[in-house]
């Protein structure tokens, strides 16, 4: 189960933030390229059983949903982070215009 978790920065450390954030999801795909390598050299040779890569396949597949996830999340506060700014921008132009 997914939960949400809120806290606060500062407007400029958002940026870093997300950063950080998409480097769990770098991991995950990093992981699941490092497995799929493994498992096309074991069908390629042909030892092992073909379980294995099953079982495999499936955890690629539940790390690779876990990064589509961290990256929905980051995109999300970017959005988020770009109508911030504009709000702003928003309205400093209308304090100096005003």
Do not use: F
């Not at 990093?30 to 390629?44: G, K, R, S, V």
């Not at 955890?59 to 949903?65: C, D, P, T």
Request: with cysteine; proline share 1%; hydrophobic share 35%.
């Amino acid at each position: 189960m997914r939960v949400k978790i809120a806290y606060t920065v500062e407007l400029e450390e958002v940026e870093k933030e997300v950063s950080e954030i998409m480097c769990r999801a770098s991991s995950n795909i990093d992981m699941a390229y490092q497995e799929i390598t493994n498992i096309q050299n074991e069908l390629e040779t042909g030892t092992g059983d073909i379980e294995n890569p099953i079982k495999s396949i499936h955890l690629i597949r539940l790390k690779l949903a876990k990064a589509d996830q961290i990256l929905e999340d980051c995109s999300l506060i970017l959005q988020g982070l770009e109508q911030t700014k504009s709000k702003l921008e928003e309205q400093e132009n209308e304090i100096q215009n005003g």
